[in-house]
């Protein structure tokens, strides 16, 4: 045994755990660096993606809503579009029927049966209007939207305060022309004597109207045409108002224009009025109170009282709006000159007449049916007042109503009817609408 070596395995115990737990904590210290990492790069991908299609969706929406926009701009221009050519084409049809126009086209020729009517040859339509008002303007705009031209042939207005006073016929081409009288209402004048001369015909286009200068004493009498034919005289009236004419809203005009009114009424001439200058006034309310001034001023209708933006230097460009208003305008005016022919040729056949009743030994101041067609309204309301005991206030108002109109009788009664049965109470106004059509008096 001896001589032999023998070794001993020595084991030497080394404590790794703390080592271990450092490096399995590091280890998944990355591992959850990583998934950190890993879920921020895919948070970030998501979120790109959300912009990405967000930004998808505004475009496509963008698009959508560019796509409708020009969608309804096209609409629009196409709407548009369609609304002008129908408006060019309802002016052509109305400039053609003013070319076209014949007396009687307004209120239908039968309703003048019976009464001569072979002297209108044609219509004339006064145009008056204070110096400033737009009345030259207004000729001019009529002229360029009738006969569709760049330019009016009525020159500026003048003063018209003194000296000479011309008459003028515009568009003789119609069957019905525009007179213009430059210088009236010019508030420093008695213009009565005036306006009943060139209304009645006496003072014709060509005429002068003479008026005295300032301290001038000798004045030269007029040369006046003391019966001149129907056609002559003027059968409609036009008047044109500045809407921020500070007279018109103090009133001065109203006040002055009442003896027109007063001549008007009694001939049976309802007025037309044209206010201008529109653009000068800011509010709604300011404009329906130039409006309603201007009416009550002139004593036209408010449905027959119109704004109008009349062509000018300063508006010269071509206005299809305006042009329909002028074309309203001037149905109007020839729908009141056709009823004024009828009330005044009414009138001369009812004194006809009556000189015929004379001559024949019929005391026409005798006692009258209170029915009769020569009756006067007021009896003829009074007697069916006794019957359908109608209270005494109506058939005051309608009386008073009837006397602005000058209906005067029951034949101007029958004759107006269309035009004054809406003064009639409903019930009133039915029977008295059968009692005349009982007397064969109105269809």
Request: charged share 30%; aromatic share 8%.
């Amino acid at each position: 045994m001896g001589g032999s070596n023998s070794h001993e395995t020595q084991y030497t115990y080394v404590d790794n755990t703390e080592s271990k737990r450092e490096e399995a904590r590091q280890l998944e210290q990355r591992r959850l660096e990583n998934e950190r990492r890993q879920r921020e790069a895919q948070e970030r991908l998501r979120i790109q993606e959300e912009e990405r299609r967000e930004e998808e969706r505004r475009r496509a929406e963008y698009q959508q809503q560019r796509q409708r926009e020009v969608e309804q701009e096209e609409a629009r221009k196409r709407e548009e579009e369609e609304k002008r050519l129908r408006l060019e084409n309802e002016l052509c049809l109305r400039r053609a029927e003013l070319f076209d126009y014949k007396f009687g086209n307004k209120i239908k020729l039968d309703s003048f049966k019976g009464l001569a009517i072979d002297d209108v040859t044609q219509l004339r339509i006064g145009v008056f209007g204070p110096t400033g008002s737009g009345k030259s303007c207004f000729i001019n705009t009529c002229e360029r939207a009738v006969r569709q031209t760049d330019k009016g042939t009525a020159p500026d207005s003048t003063t018209g305060q003194e000296g000479t006073i011309t008459l003028q016929d515009y568009l003789p081409e119609l069957f019905f022309h525009l007179v213009d009288t430059r210088g009236f209402f010019n508030y420093n004048a008695n213009e009565t004597v005036e306006f009943k001369n060139i209304l009645h015909g006496k003072i014709q286009p060509g005429d002068n109207v003479v008026r005295p200068k300032e301290d001038q004493e000798d004045v030269p009498a007029m040369d006046l045409h003391p019966s001149a034919p129907f056609a002559n005289r003027l059968h409609g009236i036009i008047i044109v108002a500045k809407a921020n004419d500070p007279r018109l809203k103090e009133g001065a005009l109203k006040d002055y224009l009442k003896p027109v009114r007063d001549i008007l009424r009694r001939t049976g001439i309802a007025p037309i009025t044209v206010v201008t200058h529109r653009d000068t006034l800011t509010t709604e309310e300011e404009c329906e109170n130039a409006l309603y001034e201007a009416s009550a001023a002139t004593g036209s209708s408010p449905s027959h009282t119109f704004f109008v933006s009349n062509y000018c230097k300063d508006n010269s460009k071509r206005n299809p709006e305006t042009e329909r208003m002028i074309f309203n305008i001037l149905h109007y005016a020839l729908f009141t000159a056709e009823r004024a022919v009828k009330i005044m040729k009414q009138r001369r056949r009812n004194e006809e007449d009556g000189m015929m009743r004379a001559l024949e030994g019929i005391n026409v101041s005798g006692q009258v049916a209170p029915d009769a067609a020569d009756a006067s309204v007021q009896m003829f309301l009074r007697f069916l007042q006794n019957e359908y005991q109608w209270g005494s206030n109506s058939v005051k108002a309608v009386l008073n109503e009837l006397s602005k109109a000058d209906v005067t009788s029951v034949s101007l009664l029958a004759m107006c009817w269309s035009d004054v049965q809406a003064h009639f109470p409903f019930g009133m106004r039915r029977m008295v609408e059968k009692e005349l059509k009982n007397r064969n008096m109105i269809p």
